[in-house]
């Protein structure tokens, strides 16, 4: 299957900072990519759709301050996860699809905001 | 109610055996199905991917689609240690590019 690439896997860092993670599709362009958050033992909950080269949709709920999205290449978006607290600890994991629907997942960013 | 329903086990099989893993949803408008296998602290791999209703079999995994009941299975044959995972239930709507809804995820279980 297709490739997505997510970096880091793992960043600790101090309430407060700001935390960007990248997501790149190695193999294939994709025009949308999508930012999921996961907590312990539940399933995905999609937090933004990513556009290439136009504004993020943002799902009910979801600081779009908070959380930064840039998409401005056919092949990255970046989450930057802004003023992080530790309610912001989490398992985010992106995922781009290919036109037939068909959608691959990064191997996840565990962030831990100390 | 939950738009994408799923039993969150755990659930513990012994090696060789038939599993079945099973979600029901409520929206009819979903068209596109697809399975996710999660390991511990991974970002989720995707197993199987329908359109249809009807079966697709791929090695020993079999998912199935029943539209009209709104009910979609995984079973996995010949079940192995390591198919020890959490396993995602997941749909969409097409004209919506690609956003799933997830089921909570069964964590499968397979002793030797």
């Known amino acids: 299957g297709a490739v997505v690439s997510q970096h880091p896997s793992r960043v600790i860092c101090k309430s407060g900072t700001s935390v960007k993670i990248e997501c790149r599709s190695l193999?294939?362009?994709?025009?949308?990519m999508f930012w999921y958050r996961q907590f312990p033992k539940q399933s995905l909950m999609l937090m933004a759709t990513?556009?290439?080269?136009?504004?993020?949709?943002?799902e009910q709920g979801v600081e779009k301050d908070k959380f930064l999205i840039n998409h401005a290449s056919l092949t990255l978006s970046t989450l930057t996860v802004t003023s992080a607290h530790p309610e912001d600890s989490s398992f985010y994991i992106c995922s781009a699809g290919l036109t037939t629907g068909e959608l691959f997942f990064g191997e996840g960013s565990r962030l831990t905001v100390l | 109610q939950k738009e994408v329903e799923q039993d969150p086990g755990p659930l513990s099989v012994p090696e060789g055996a038939i599993v079945s893993l099973n979600c029901t949803y409520s929206?009819?408008?979903?068209?596109?199905f697809m399975w996710y296998r999660q390991y511990s602290r991974k970002g989720p791999e995707l197993l199987m991917y329908?359109?249809?209703?009807g079966n697709k079999e791929d090695g020993r995994f079999t998912a199935q689609v029943d539209k009209s009941s709104k009910y979609i299975s995984l079973f996995i044959r010949d079940s192995q240690p390591s198919d020890s995972a959490t396993y995602l239930c997941?749909?969409?709507?097409?004209?919506?590019?690609?956003?799933?809804?997830f089921g909570q995820g069964t964590e499968l279980s397979v002793k030797p």
């Open positions: 193999d294939f362009q994709a025009t949308t």
């Open positions: 929206n009819s408008a979903f068209q596109y």
């Open positions: 990513s556009n290439e080269g136009s504004k993020a949709t943002y």
């Open positions: 997941a749909m969409s709507v097409y004209n919506q590019g690609g956003k799933l809804i």
């Open positions: 329908t359109y249809s209703s």
